[in-house]
């Protein structure tokens, strides 16, 4: 116990640093993924507290950041749109639809963690796991290139002239402190994420340079400022739209997707920050954890979210490593709308979009670029094709469109390796020794191995080096005994494994004749004590 404590007392510091840094960097992007989702910025940032702090807390990955995402926000954006169309422009309909959709989001979220769905994480290849964090790195680093418009006469241009050179060299001052802080010794512990921003803020507020700030984005979207009370109890979810059946029809494809992409972006983020700190997350847990917390932002106003990608990255980079570094971040974020909000409006946007800019390049597999000749051609396409599609569509479809294309590819190799050694024994009958899998994908040349017609009297079909994986495996055989058997000939199956023997015979008692159950061959045991 001593011990246990000892070790996060030590690290409490990093934790508490890099949990400043994180609250800072979640800001700008809960505010602005409000604006994309059509809802007010507190909406973004009650969500960022509410998921931050209860997944930090009850998730099964500490130092993960999670709060409002982008990934979710553009699937809101109709869902918002179409809640709105239903009622008066004043009723905000489309607001309240949202939280009871956040609600049912997290429902399907907890369901999946009680049913362990989220082990299933473990079948998503390496090069999908590629791809995505270099699209996600694509999607932060665009994400971060409209932070260079300015608003004019009513319209976001980008910026010109003197206003961008300023924009784009506090940007680079920014990363260049990130970059060098490192390499100093004396500085070696202290989060550069936070230095580099306080380093720029000072600059900008002691020199009044007139630069976009935190205040000035939240303004000119429409927003009042970062000014706020705590989260309040929605009770205007059961008043204003109907609980029936209608609105949960209306509601539950767009809960469904919003909870895959949320599970989906949580897990990959687990695994990423796994590979990262060398250590090994709960991903039924953070299912789990992901879920009640959306439950309660809904209750509670807030848009619901998922892990972030960009700031988990911060996190660990600044030395996070236990809950506390997120709670910490959570509770900073409270206390900016509480009573900080005046302060951190001065922040300018170029300090926070310089830490994301150095995100981009630290979570972007620059490896890919080396490898994509070196790794087979079909991972080298599924690499590059969840790339750009994380970008152009969104991760789910990514992921799920990586995990078939993989599936596939690695079905058709499978699929060409099935092979019969022939043979004829001294009393005259011909044997077929399996080799390879047999499975859907390997019926037709397994078929294609047998000569019915011309085979002799008595047949032998051995199986000691073949596993025989699935329903259509046991369909193949049962239709190959029947073809010989129809031609007349006696044909003997050996070597199946206890469990396709048992499967076989229940589907056709009269194959048990066929079956050889008794074998005295070592290698026989040692395979069905594999395959167990």
């Not at 918002?80 to 956040?102: I, K, R, S």
């Not at 150095?358 to 000749?373: K, P």
Request: hydrophobic content about 55%; glycine content about 10%; aromatic content about 8%.
């Amino acid at each position: 116990m001593t011990e246990f404590v000892r070790k996060r007392v030590a690290n409490a510091k990093n934790d508490i640093l890099s949990g400043l840094t994180v609250a800072l960097a979640l800001v700008p992007e809960a505010v602005a993924f409000a604006f994309v989702a059509g809802v007010d910025p507190l909406v973004g940032l009650y969500a960022a507290f509410m998921i931050g702090l209860i997944t930090s807390i009850f998730g099964g990955r500490p130092g993960m950041i999670s709060g409002a995402t982008g990934a979710l926000a553009v699937v809101m954006v109709s869902l918002v749109a179409e809640g709105n169309a239903m009622g008066a422009p004043e009723e905000e309909l489309g607001l309240y639809y949202l939280f009871a959709t956040v609600i049912l989001m997290g429902i399907i979220q907890m369901l999946a963690g009680v049913f362990k769905l989220g082990k299933f994480v473990r079948l998503i290849p390496h090069p999908v796991m590629m791809g995505f964090v270099n699209g996600l790195a694509i999607v932060i680093f665009l994400s971060q290139l409209g932070m260079f418009k300015e608003f004019v006469g009513g319209d976001k241009v980008w910026m010109k002239g003197g206003d961008l050179f300023l924009m784009v060299g506090l940007v680079l001052l920014t990363m260049a402190i990130m970059w060098g802080l490192p390499k100093l010794k004396a500085t070696a512990k202290l989060p550069e994420a936070l230095i580099g921003i306080v380093v720029v803020s000072a600059i900008v507020i002691l020199g009044k340079l007139d630069v976009a700030t935190v205040g000035s984005f939240i303004k000119d979207g429409g927003g009042e400022g970062l000014k706020g009370g705590l989260p309040q109890f929605q009770f205007d979810i059961f008043n204003k739209i109907p609980m029936n059946f209608e609105t949960f029809k209306f509601i539950a494809p767009y809960a469904l997707i919003l909870a895959a992409i949320g599970l989906i972006e949580s897990l990959m983020t687990l695994n990423l920050i796994d590979e990262l700190t060398e250590t090994r997350g709960n991903s039924n847990r953070e299912c789990l954890a992901q879920g009640g917390a959306n439950i309660i932002t809904g209750l509670f106003g807030g848009m619901g979210g998922c892990a972030m990608i960009g700031q988990s990255i911060i996190n660990i980079k600044g030395g996070g490593r236990t809950r506390l570094s997120g709670i910490v971040a959570a509770v900073t974020l409270l206390l900016f709308i509480l009573f900080a909000s005046g302060l951190i409006e001065q922040v300018p946007i170029a300090a926070l979009v310089g830490v994301m800019f150095m995100v981009v390049i630290g979570t972007f597999a620059w490896s890919s670029f080396r490898i994509l000749n070196k790794i087979p051609l079909t991972d080298a396409i599924v690499l590059i094709a969840v790339s750009l599609l994380t970008v152009f569509f969104d991760l789910a479809v990514a992921v799920i469109a990586g995990v078939i294309m993989s599936a596939l590819a690695f079905a058709w190799e499978n699929a060409k390796k099935i092979r019969a050694r022939k043979h004829i024994k001294e009393d005259g009958t011909k044997v077929y020794e399996i080799w390879g899998p047999l499975f859907f994908g390997s019926i037709q040349a397994f078929n294609n191995k047998f000569d019915v017609a011309n085979d002799p009297e008595n047949v032998e079909i051995d199986f000691i080096e073949s596993r025989v994986s699935d329903h259509s495996a046991l369909e193949a055989i049962f239709n190959l005994v029947g073809k010989y058997e129809e031609a007349g000939k006696k044909v003997r199956v050996k070597h199946l494994s206890e469990e396709c023997q048992a499967l076989m015979i229940k589907a056709s008692p009269r194959l048990a004749s066929v079956i050889e159950h008794d074998v005295d061959d070592p290698r026989y045991h040692v395979m069905a004590k594999a395959m167990k």
